[in-house]
């Protein structure tokens, strides 16, 4: 079976109609797709999971450059695209590259 058909069984099939996509996931964790019940979601985000290196080393950068806290945390767990990775490398010079979106 062809992966996406796979994916599109699984879409079909493998969940109930409450089933979620948690965007804010993915980007912390460096995921393509990240979907489940709605409770599931809710106990993932409870864990504590670790942000990718590149947040890891975003936040990081920043934080030596004595740049506010509230802007390191945003680099390290916020929600961020492409848009707003390139407004805060307009504003504060950092991140380098925009990382927010990848997993290495």
């Not at 969940?15 to 964790?29: H, P």
């Not at 409870?46 to 942000?51: A, H, K, M, R, S």
């Not at 307009?90 to 380098?96: D, S, T």
Request: glycine content about 8%.
């Amino acid at each position: 079976m062809r992966r996406i058909d796979q994916l599109l069984a699984m879409f079909n099939h493998g969940y109930s109609k409450r089933a979620v996509m948690a965007f804010d996931i993915t980007g912390l964790l460096g995921a393509t797709l990240v979907i489940g019940e709605p409770e599931n979601i809710e106990k993932l985000t409870e864990v504590g999971l670790p942000p990718t290196e590149p947040r890891r080393k975003d936040a990081q950068a920043v934080k030596n450059q004595g740049l506010l806290p509230s802007i390191v945390d945003w680099l390290f767990r916020g929600e961020r695209g492409l848009s707003s990775d390139a407004m805060c490398a307009a504003f504060y010079g950092l991140p380098k590259k925009q990382s927010c979106c990848s997993s290495s």
